[in-house]
């Protein structure tokens, strides 16, 4: 199939970013005597912090407030935000169709850190429309983010093509009923 509209999720797949949200993770978690093994950290892609720190504390019995702590570890990861480079394969192809297809991004990350990064990357302007956990009732691996990314652009999902570096947001984009495209594989 030839896409009519691309979708990229953004950390680990326009942005190697996920070395830095794993320090980031490590400093917050330790802070609060959360366990987070790195192992679930990936397994976790596309889950917004929020949701992750929500059910660390209620597994391990600790009363904390998981939107404070969620912010405390996104200011605590836009400290790295100069290191922060694109996945070069991955930002080629969203170069390589600027203008050709409408594009989007459909990101598990909130709509200010992923601008930020965007903007960093200098990639910002290449994409009609941004999603972020903000704008979906549920999260990956629902296929919402997808599928709403994918209206904004205004192409049918299945004439989509989405590129992701997770399972969770690989079975999102299946659900959606888009070609999935495993990054990991790209780089």
Same mark, same amino acid.
């Given at each position: 199939?030839?896409?009519?509209?691309?979708?990229?999720?953004?950390?680990?797949?326009?942005?190697?970013?996920?070395?830095?949200?794993?320090?980031?993770?490590?400093?917050?978690? *330790?802070?609060?005597?959360?366990?987070?093994?790195?192992?679930?950290?990936?397994?976790?892609?596309? +889950?917004?912090?929020?949701?992750?720190?929500?059910?660390?504390?209620?597994?391990?019995?600790?009363?904390?407030?998981?939107?404070?702590?969620?912010? %405390?570890?996104?200011?605590?990861?836009?400290?790295?935000?100069? *290191?922060?480079?694109?996945?070069? &394969?991955?930002?080629?192809?969203?170069?390589?169709?600027?203008?050709? +297809?409408?594009? &989007?991004?459909?990101?598990?990350?909130?709509?200010?850190?992923?601008?930020?990064?965007?903007?960093?990357?200098?990639?910002?302007?290449?994409?009609?429309?941004?999603?972020?956990?903000?704008?979906?009732?549920? *999260?990956?691996?629902?296929?919402? +983010?997808?599928? %709403?990314?994918?209206?904004?652009?205004?192409? %049918?999902?299945?004439?989509?093509?989405?590129? %992701?570096?997770?399972?969770?947001?690989?079975?999102? +984009?299946?659900?959606?009923?888009?070609? &999935?495209?495993?990054?990991?594989?790209?780089?």
């Amino acid at each position: 199939m030839e896409p009519k509209g691309l979708i990229f999720d953004c950390d680990g797949t326009l942005a190697d970013t996920m070395p830095l949200h794993w320090r980031a993770w490590q400093n917050v978690t *330790q802070k609060h005597g959360l366990h987070f093994p790195m192992e679930r950290f990936y397994a976790s892609g596309g +889950i917004p912090s929020r949701d992750i720190l929500k059910a660390l504390a209620r597994e391990q019995h600790r009363s904390l407030d998981h939107i404070a702590v969620a912010h %405390e570890k996104e200011t605590t990861y836009l400290e790295t935000l100069p *290191q922060v480079k694109p996945v070069e &394969a991955v930002v080629k192809i969203a170069t390589d169709n600027f203008g050709k +297809i409408p594009m &989007a991004v459909a990101s598990g990350g909130s709509q200010d850190i992923i601008c930020m990064v965007l903007d960093h990357l200098k990639i910002r302007h290449l994409f009609g429309a941004i999603v972020t956990n903000e704008m979906v009732a549920h *999260q990956k691996p629902a296929p919402d +983010i997808f599928l %709403e990314a994918a209206r904004r652009i205004g192409v %049918e999902p299945k004439f989509c093509r989405a590129y %992701e570096d997770t399972e969770l947001g690989l079975q999102a +984009i299946l659900a959606a009923g888009m070609e &999935a495209v495993d990054v990991r594989e790209l780089i």
